[in-house]
């Protein structure tokens, strides 16, 4: 095979069993990799019903068919498994260079089954594959259990581990990866602590075939070109990272404020993208065969936050900032670090202390719950201790390592979390932005930007501008975005490419190195795909067409202030359309033509 | 009028912000006046000239997008609040 290695690793800790088994190359062509194949797998082989933290669950590491590749930007990889905070399919994406390793190593996916009895690690060096104990290095955080692993094996492995949060199961905790880089959303982390798995570290030294190495170096040029000549792609996400959003969200009054009570925050200059270069950035760093490096290795030298480390991104520094009412960066960019250190996804960390503040500041949470915190918005240091106590799940922190929605319901105020189906929703405000608020609504995972960011047309002008206020035309736009990314997260390929390329330049990439042809319409739908497989996942695990829907905050209370004053979310104007676009019928289900036409019947 | 300059822009004119005071006028006046103040390394971002990238920047006027008003005539008023992007994006 080529651009697949054609071998899949299977271990199982229960049973301590390690088999090598060969890829379904029919799935392959479908699913395509990563995200995409990886939940073909997971669907085949799990029950929709299982405990996500039981032994049932399976964890599977999961590159694509262009990672490892001199195509640009394919440092990705996703985690995927049944998800802790959700219960719907979780597949969280990572940069880095862990899973070019994996393919490096040999493999197109590394599944995980089954619970070690006690704490081990996985330790993979091409073809050898052992379980060893990891007993000393549990509840050591990411950066000590990384130096650690590395000593342990070989200095050049890379390491993806969790921390603390794993180990206690904190619902949103996340993998990280060498250190900095996350598969942070839906609980991945909390996974893998179940399994009592504290790392997965990874050697390879073997090369990737290509199907057509002279068309896939012309394919690679043009990409190359395309994403170096294009000014975001090219310049601004290095320069600036991706916090550079902060203003221009706010400026168009689209920036969630104090748990999304309003959509724009006086200060936010203060913790945007220019303050952080200003002030924090040390260098930009890149992943693996990346020309844009948006990452920001980053140092607080305010004693009281001192810290060095990478990031934060836009999404962190809004959470624990307007969200939070907090315009202290030294503050914002020490909770990323210990967000990394301790293994959280800082989307709903930051988002469960925002609704906590609000709780708080309603009355319906008290001192006595709190262990007298007083948990306001705009307390800095508070918001900074909340982090650690939800790491340990200690004190009020216990509480909050559950996410916004269990918090919320738990005081008998659900609405309070500005969540869809059980995740947080990041940093767009749905009021002021239709069609993030359709996608949010809609999304696979719940609360989610990445998996349909509409904000590039609605806000940014990228590829083409739309108004943001505007619902006609939304849907179909959703819809695109959704399959669009499904297929390119299953290339291996980052987002961020798509500053520069699309479906035409990524269908040549993934036609030259597997040999398998991929017109722009295959590439499309294999995106519409594995979209609906993983909605009927989620139908049969965990929701209906009724959780598509956003909080009544988004419908109920309009943008206070700012230039999206008086805006609310039209979601019910535009989800019976995308219904109807997707091939569903009125309660959200795939009709059976639809299924057949994707070959999922 | 009040003038709000972001990432690469607020690097070339060196101010986050700044008043201007002119007769009214529109949008694409200001642009021009502004390029005339900072010049090409400005005009590069702002003005779609010599191959510049001014068709992906971002004018947001009062936090309107000027493409959903007059475009580039949209007239402006003292009292406005101009916020100029270079194209910028993230996630």
Redesign the interface.
Known sequence: MYGWTGIILRVNLTTGEIKKEPTNLQDAKLFIGARGLASKILTDEIDPKIDPLSAENKLIFAPGPLSGTMAPSMGRYDVVCKAPLTGLLAASNSGGSFGPEIKFAGYDLVIVEGAAKKPVYLWINDDNVEIRDASEIWGKNVPDTTEALRAATDEDAKVACIGPAGEKKVLFASIMNEMHRAAGRSGVGAVMGSKNLKAVVVVGTKPIAVADPEAFEKAVMVARKKITE???GG???R???????T??LN???SLPTRNFHEGYFPNA?KF???SLTAKYLTRPRGCFSCIIS?GRATKVTNPKYAGEGEGP??ETAWGFGSDCGIDNMDAVVKANFICNELGLDTITMATTIACAMDLYESGFITGKDTGGLAVKFGDADTMLKLVEMTANREGFGDQLAEGSFRLATRYGHPEYSMSAKKQEMPAYDPRGIQGIGLHYATSNRGGC??RG?T??PE????PF?V???ATEGKPQLVITFQNLTAALDSTGSC??TT?GIGAEELAALLSAVTGVTYTVDDFMKAGDRIWNLERLFGLKSAITGKDDRLPDRMSKEPIPA???KGEISHLDKMLPEYYTLRGWDSKGVPTPEKLHDLSLA | MQIKYFATLRDITRVSEEHISVPEQTLEELIQFLCARYGRSFAKWVSCEDGGFGSLSIFLINGTDYRSLDGLQTRLKDSDVISLFPPIAGG
Do not use: A
């Open positions: 294009h000014p975001v310049t601004g996400l320069v600036y990272g991706t916090d550079v959003l203003n221009i400026s168009v009054g200059d945007g993208g220019e948006c991104e836009y930007h990445v960011y904000i590039s806000v940014l002008g990228v501008k108004d943001q206020h987002l961020f500053f700012g230039p999206s």
